[in-house]
């Protein structure tokens, strides 16, 4: 089972939904990311989260860490938020620590 | 401010090369990260380094190996290149204070390399 287990793994919408993406991890973590990867590699930060909830611009993002989940989502989408979304938790261990990924969501907004 | 640059974008090598990736953080970043993404194994951890020394490495054989320098960019190695090595190469850099404080991290363009 792998250590962060996102859902669902392909997410087609119409322009202007409401989009969730959730993200489940077995094991403590010191923060979660949500990245988005665009055709072509790039991936950029969203959000950094150890707690609670953050919001920028459309996207909120929130995290519960007793049961150990975080969810993404996406208010009035749009064709340009077409891309693949992928959750991302720090594991500290006694080496050092690490980001841990999961397989990411492809999201294909319609206009 | 300049954002992550990574050195070269698309590599070709045949198998038993070796190749060297590059990869120049933001200025006043002292974390590098490095990252291999396949369409089968998605992002995996290959390095970390802060401040020339590397803090942590993931689950990949010998010849994945990786350096930091005193001006914090960073160069990763793979010796005896094989076809599974082909993937996206990405690093990261991140303004870490010390081991237990992390900071977002900011994603080079990645380095495309394929081992024919």
């Known amino acids: 089972k792998n250590e962060v287990e996102q859902s669902p793994q392909n997410l087609t919408a119409q322009e202007g939904e409401f989009i969730t993406i959730n993200c489940s991890y077995s094991?403590?973590?010191?923060?979660l990311h949500w990245l988005q990867q665009h055709p072509g590699g790039g991936i950029v930060s969203l959000f950094m989260?150890?707690?609670g909830k953050k919001k920028h611009g459309r996207l909120i993002a929130t995290i519960n860490i007793q049961e150990k989940h975080s969810s993404l989502h996406i208010t009035a989408s749009h064709p340009r938020d077409s891309a693949v979304y992928i959750c991302?938790?720090?594991?500290?261990?006694?080496?050092?620590?690490?980001?841990?990924f999961g397989e990411g969501t492809q999201l294909t907004v319609n206009p | 401010k300049a954002g992550v640059t990574q050195t070269p974008r698309y590599l070709i090598k045949t198998r038993g090369q070796q190749v060297t990736l590059s990869c120049s953080p933001i200025s006043g970043h002292r974390s590098v990260s490095w990252y291999q993404q396949t369409p089968g194994q998605g992002l995996q951890f290959l390095f970390e380094y802060f401040s020339e020394t590397q803090r942590n490495k993931g689950n990949f054989p010998g010849r994945f190996s990786g350096r930091q320098f005193s001006n914090s960019r960073s160069e990763m190695n793979v010796s005896t290149l094989e076809l599974g090595d082909s993937a996206l190469y990405l690093c990261a850099s991140s303004l870490e204070r010390g081991r237990d404080f992390y900071n977002e991290q900011f994603f080079g363009p990645g380095t495309r390399l394929t081992v024919l």
């Open positions: 991302a938790v720090r594991l500290v261990e006694a080496s050092g620590s690490r980001l841990t």
């Open positions: 094991v403590g973590i010191s923060a």
């Open positions: 989260l150890s707690s």
